[in-house]
């Protein structure tokens, strides 16, 4: 057999190949195949004759399906010319469920059933359950011995606004400490934000601080001048250390300590943050016997504060003294950083624009910078308006009866944003509305000396309620802590389910405030919290600035190392 036989195609059947139909040499089949059956007869009817011609045509004209998507397109142009577009409807789709500021429509809706509501129980008096922990107590101890001789001057720049100064004096007495430094009076740096010139004797009890400490961390208001002379008494001749933020004190020992020995005098700048909340017990001593027991505001601020107190307790005689305080962040920089939308139209666009033009030039109008305020509603990150605080307080049970000191600085679009709120709460106080004009007057041109006085009234609430974060909660948090029996007493809102909630068009006034109590007792559980390796020693003092109440300090201690 030839070789080309064998190839498919030449006439002979491949080895691989179904042999031939006999259908195709039978004459008898053949013949059978001219007889008509219902499957190959010829169609009847118009219709079917028509499409049988065309269908016939595509099939011995394959190209004619080139012709298909222009056919297709011409109708459509055709059937679109016919049809007039103004009675086209359109279909609007409602935005993501908590991405929108809908809650003055949800208040209008229930604030019937709110005003109405006489179903609260004393809240004030019973939200706070006992511990499941037990109590916490103070139990900082002060050094009783000497100290040995100094290593050196250590200065440190503080900069941010008040509370986050606090953490860098803190800081900077743990470093001192730890190091057997001399710690020079912090200087702190003035913000173009925050614009507070204020000293730290100008906010402090300096003489106070220095006497706490005298045991345990030497501070002093000036450097002698025989070292000061090596540079020309001028402080930014001082070698300064560009220290990482959250460095481990053991950088401290083995970078900064072999200069500061050599030099005797050395500076850090910036200094907050340049500490890691892990520290060994020494350090975090060291840190709890600075913020809670060396820092007191200075006298006049502490004697203003302590007034709006007495004054907010004898406002709350008809709830036994107790009253609660809310920090309040809807300042205009705050409400333009967030870029969060407010039903205030174009012109709470062109007020935001302009603030954050002002605040932070450029940051914000980037090439590629896209701002999306559904989003940020939906994570929890919008600012809480007056009312919407308003809103979940009387959700938690407090009626209008209750006494509610606001902190917070000039509220942006104040006249519509505050009304609801004090339609809500009556009897809301500021310290603008507490103190005279006279009593103010040093302090108005200050925000850190206006903060401290806030910071001293929401100390001693009953309820402390924070809606933004921040470093003013966050150390009251800790102080609070610290001062009730390791309880923060304080209601710190799921600001993701809040937004969902406020946004959610068919939520009656009953399931809203079961929701809101359902808020309430988690804030109460979660009162009592142990400090975990990353977290602040300024929010959470249990257990390295206190000891269980039935516990003593040497067992505190050794459970700690």
Known sequence: MHAYNRLPGSGHNSPSSPPSSPSLRSPRLRHSRSKPNRFTQPPVTLPQRLSYLILSLLLKRQGLFLFAPLLYISAMLFFMGTVSFDVVPVIKHRSPLG??????????????????????????????????????????????????????????????????????????????????????????????IWRDPSKFKEIYDESFFISMLENDVRVVDTIPGYLMERFDRNMTNVLNFKVKAWSPIQYYKDVVLPRLLEEKVIRISPFANRLSFDAPPAVQRLRCLANYEALRFSSPILNLGESLVAKMKARSANNSGKYISVHLRF?????????????????????????????????????????????????????????????????????????????????????????PLLEMFPLLQTKEMLASEEELAPYQNFSSRMAAIDYTVCLHSEVFVTTQGGNFPHFLLGHRRYLYGGHSKTIKPDKRKLALLLDNPNIGWKSFKRQMLSMRAHSDSKGVEMKRTSDSIYSFPCPNCMCRANKTEDSRSTSVT
């Not at 953490?167 to 007495?173: D, P």
């Not at 967030?338 to 932070?360: F, L, Q």
């Not at 919008?382 to 009866?401: A, I, Q, Y």
């Open 99 to 192: 991405s929108v500021y809908r809650s003055p429509q949800l208040y209008a809706r229930l604030k019937a059933e709110i005003h109405a509501d006489n179903s609260s129980m004393d809240a004030i008096s019973t939200i706070w359950k006992h511990p499941k922990g037990g109590e916490w107590r103070p139990c900082t101890k002060k050094s009783s011995g000497g100290l040995p001789e100094s290593n050196g001057y250590i200065y440190v720049e503080a900069n941010g606004g008040l509370n986050q100064q606090r953490t860098s004096v803190c800081n900077a007495v743990a470093v001192a400490g730890y190091l057997n430094a001399t710690l020079l009076i912090p200087n702190f740096h003035f913000h173009s």
């Open 331 to 419: 300042e205009e920089d705050m409400v333009a950083f967030s870029c969060c939308v407010y039903g205030g139209g174009t012109k709470e666009d062109e007020d935001m624009k302009a603030a954050r033009e002002r605040g932070w030039k450029g940051k914000f109008t980037k090439p590629g910078r896209v701002i999306h305020p559904g989003a940020n509603r939906l994570n929890g990150k919008c600012p809480l308006t007056p009312l919407e605080v308003g809103l979940m307080l009387r959700g938690m049970g407090f009626d209008k009866s209750t006494s509610i000191y606001l902190a917070s600085g000039k509220i942006y679009d104040s006249e519509r944003h505050m009304a």
